[in-house]
């Protein structure tokens, strides 16, 4: 399988490629050295190093309203 690369030095992976590495849009793949050349694979966040962060926020905390902060009324010369 022959993929070409750009002027800008882009690539663009077959579908099948992309299905078997199991990357989805917004997915980062990885490159990593080896003896033949350079191996391929999917790289994702891993979400169990994040649960830490939760010991951080106060159980009584309220999710921020992001809908209400838009609809607050701003000084105009802020928007500059």
């Given at each position: 399988?022959?993929?070409?690369?750009?002027s800008?030095?882009?690539?663009?992976?077959?579908?099948?490629?992309l299905d078997?590495?199991?990357?989805?849009?917004?997915?980062?793949?990885e490159?990593?050295?080896?003896?033949?050349?350079f191996?391929?694979?999917a790289?994702?966040i891993?979400r169990?190093?994040l649960?830490?962060?939760?010991?951080?926020?106060?159980?009584?905390h309220?999710a921020f309203?992001l809908?209400?902060?838009r609809?607050?009324?701003h000084e105009p010369?802020?928007?500059?």
């Open positions: 399988m022959l993929i070409k690369v750009t800008k030095r882009q690539v663009t992976f077959p579908a099948a490629v078997a590495l199991g990357a989805t849009p917004g997915c980062h793949l490159l990593q050295p080896c003896d033949k050349g191996l391929l694979r790289h994702r891993d169990s190093k649960a830490p962060l939760r010991q951080q926020i106060k159980k009584n309220k309203d809908e209400a902060f609809n607050q009324g010369s802020l928007r500059d």
